[in-house]
């Protein structure tokens, strides 16, 4: 083959993987709430690896409640 030279393929794509390899970026961690409307779609795990589900339970509230003003979100830019 006239315009293949393996070795210098060999080499970029040597030096592509490695490049590609170093400037993978961090993972993030995203961490999920349960909400009623998601209790029954999605599974937890814990940190000693043990699966379990959450059960909404509705409850009525009692007497000694109070009223909170709405809080602001804070975002991390």
Known sequence: MKY???LTFL??????LVFVYLSNPDLQT???YPTPD????L?????????FKITPLQ???SKK????????????N
């Open 43 to 51: 599974l937890y795990q814990d940190d000693s690896e043990i699966c």
């Open 30 to 32: 995203i961490f999920v």
């Open 38 to 41: 998601t209790s029954d779609k």
């Open 65 to 76: 409640t109070k009223e909170y003003p709405m809080q602001g979100l804070l975002f991390n």
């Open 11 to 16: 080499l970029a794509f040597i030096l592509g």
């Open 4 to 6: 293949f030279h393996f």
């Open 59 to 61: 409850k009525p509230c």
